[in-house]
C-alpha cells in the first residue's frame, strides 16, 4: 500500500524538478527542451524543471507533450527547436510499459531525425530499462554513442540526488555532481519509491 498520497506524488515532483532545474542551469545551459509525457506528475516535474531553470538561468526553454502515436512529430519539432540539452522525463501515472513504449519510439524518431544536443534522462524510465531497451535498436545506439548522455539518479539513504553520466552502450553510470535534499523532499522520497518512513534524528 503506497506511503504517499496523489498530492504528495505531485508535491514530491515539485521538489525533485526544482532540482533538476538547478542542476542544468548550473552547466551554463541557455536552451533546453523538457519532454515529458501527457500526465498529470511528469508535467509537474517538467514545469518545476523548467521554472526553476528558467529563473536561475535567465535561457530559454520549451515544454513538449509526448503521447502515443506523436512521437515522431514531437522529433520533429525538437529537432527544430534545436536545444543544447533535451530533458526525458518520462514517468509518472501512466502504466510503465506504455511509457516506456513510448520513450523508445521516441528516442527511435530523434535518432531518425538527427536531433541536436545532448540528453537529460529521467531516473524512473532509466530504472525501468527504458534507455536498456532503446539501445536494442542499431540507430539509437550509433545516436547515442555520438553524444553526451545523463541521467539523475537518488541516494535514499544519503538524502541526495546525483548527476551521472552514461556510458554507452554499457550504460554504466559515473558519477558528476550531487545535490543534497531537504529532510522533506528526502522522506517523500522514500516513502514514494521505497514503501518506507524515515525518522531523523
Known sequence: MPLTTFEEEIYLR??????????????????????????IICSSIATATEATFLTLSGGVTYHFLVEPGNEEEI?????????????LQFGGETP?????????????????????????????????????????????KEYLESKDVFVYTVGFDEGKVYVNKVKVPS???????????TLEHADLLNRSLKDRKVTFS
Open 171 to 181: 550504460l554504466e553510470l559515473v558519477r558528476l555532481t550531487e545535490y543534497q535534499v
Open 96 to 140: 510503465i510499459e506504455e511509457t516506456k513504449k513510448s520513450f523508445v519510439k521516441l528516442l527511435k524518431a530523434m535518432a531518425e531525425e538527427g536531433v541536436p544536443g545532448s540528453l537529460v534522462i529521467h531516473v524512473r524510465i532509466f530504472a525501468a530499462g527504458g534507455l536498456k531497451e532503446a539501445l536494442e535498436d542499431e540507430k539509437v
Open 75 to 87: 522529433a520533429k519539432r525538437l529537432k527544430e527547436f534545436s536545444a543544447q540539452t533535451v530533458l
Open 14 to 39: 515539485a521538489l525533485t524538478g526544482r532540482l533538476v532545474g538547478k542542476a542544468l542551469a548550473d552547466l551554463g545551459l541557455n536552451k533546453v527542451a523538457v519532454v515529458a509525457s501527457k500526465n
